[in-house]
């Protein structure tokens, strides 16, 4: 079993995050942060891509939401980046298109080392779902991807309804980690033509 556990506490957020990456998405009870439509999105991160998660965080969050929902994306990118090790035999690449109602999301990661993040989800600025400020998706990501060292390419292809558009974005994520990170017998050691994936 691939596992990893991550402790973040800064002056703004107090994080605790155990990730299985080869798991059965049993982890869907097991997430306490003050931001309940982000517990929502995790939740279904890992159900979606079958991963044992397990997050409890507290945050600033009387002052704005940002800081929370952030650190949490650094933290599961750190968990990630080290429960794949030096990411011998996996497929590293993964991607995934998902369709939510009327709206339609795509995800295509990378984990070969190098932070990227392509976002296009202009249709969520300005938007709101509930008390949980849509743009704030981007920032999630954004750490995210900073702590797992990984090319990822987000796009809302079109969509009306901002929940759909950002619970699309994290289904289609969990199932492009997911794909990335699975182990392939055919694999024999880095999947990289340098030898190596750590930057």
Not at 4 to 21: A, C, F, M, P, Y
Not at 46 to 61: I, M, P, T
Request: glycine share 12%; proline share 3%; hydrophobic share 40%.
């Amino acid at each position: 079993m691939r596992r990893s556990k991550v402790v973040r506490n800064t002056s703004e957020t107090q994080i605790e995050l155990d990730l299985g990456l080869d798991g059965n998405g049993r982890g869907e009870r097991r997430v306490d942060t003050p931001i309940p439509f982000l517990n929502h999105m995790l939740e279904s991160f890992c159900r979606h891509g079958l991963f044992d998660l397990e997050v409890k965080a507290r945050g600033d969050v009387e002052v704005d939401a940002h800081h929370t929902v952030e650190d949490i994306g650094i933290c599961l990118g750190q968990a990630i980046r080290d429960a794949l090790g030096d990411k011998s035999g996996i497929t590293r690449f993964g991607d995934a298109t998902i369709p939510m109602d009327e709206t339609l999301v795509s995800a295509a990661v990378d984990f070969g080392g190098r932070a990227t993040l392509v976002y296009r989800a202009d249709s969520l600025k300005g938007r709101w779902i509930g008390t949980f400020d849509a743009e704030l998706a981007r920032e999630f990501f954004g750490g995210f991807v900073g702590a797992a060292l990984c090319n990822l390419h987000l796009e809302v292809r079109y969509g009306e309804n901002a929940h759909h558009m950002v619970e699309g974005l994290f289904k289609a994520f969990a199932r492009a980690v997911s794909a990335a990170t699975r182990k392939d017998p055919r694999v024999a050691g880095v999947p990289s033509t340098k030898g190596t994936l750590t930057g």
